[in-house]
C-alpha cells in the first residue's frame, strides 16, 4: 500500500527547478512550481531520457534527449516523440518537510 515518504525540505530545491529523488526503489523528479511541489517518474517514456536534467518552461519539462514535452503538474504528454504519459505521485508539505506517496 502507497504511503507518504518524506524526500526532503522545502528549501533542498529551489523555485522553478527540479530534483531527482529515489524513494522506496522508485526514481523520481521534484518539481518546485513557484512553492507548489509535483513529483512524476524521472525517465521519459520515450528512450529513458533524465527529465530532472531536461528544461523546465511554466507547468512543462523538456526531455533532454529528444526534446518529448510532459505537463510537470499532471504527467500527461505534449509532445512527441513520447506517445505515453509519465506517472505522477501525490506531494504534500509537511512544515518544511515534503512529502511523496509512493
Known sequence: MAEFTKV????????????R??????????FNLN???YAIEAACTHAGGPLDE????????ECPWHGAKFDITTGKTLSPPASSDVKK???????????VKV
Do not use: H, P, R
Open 8 to 19: 526532503c525540505s522545502i528549501n533542498d530545491v529551489k523555485t522553478n527547478s527540479a530534483k
Open 35 to 37: 512553492g507548489k511541489f
Open 89 to 99: 505521485y501525490e506531494v504534500k508539505v509537511e512544515g518544511s518537510d515534503v512529502m
Open 54 to 61: 531536461g528544461a523546465i518552461e511554466g507547468n512543462e519539462v
Open 21 to 30: 529523488i529515489s524513494v522506496n526503489g522508485q526514481e523520481l523528479v521534484l
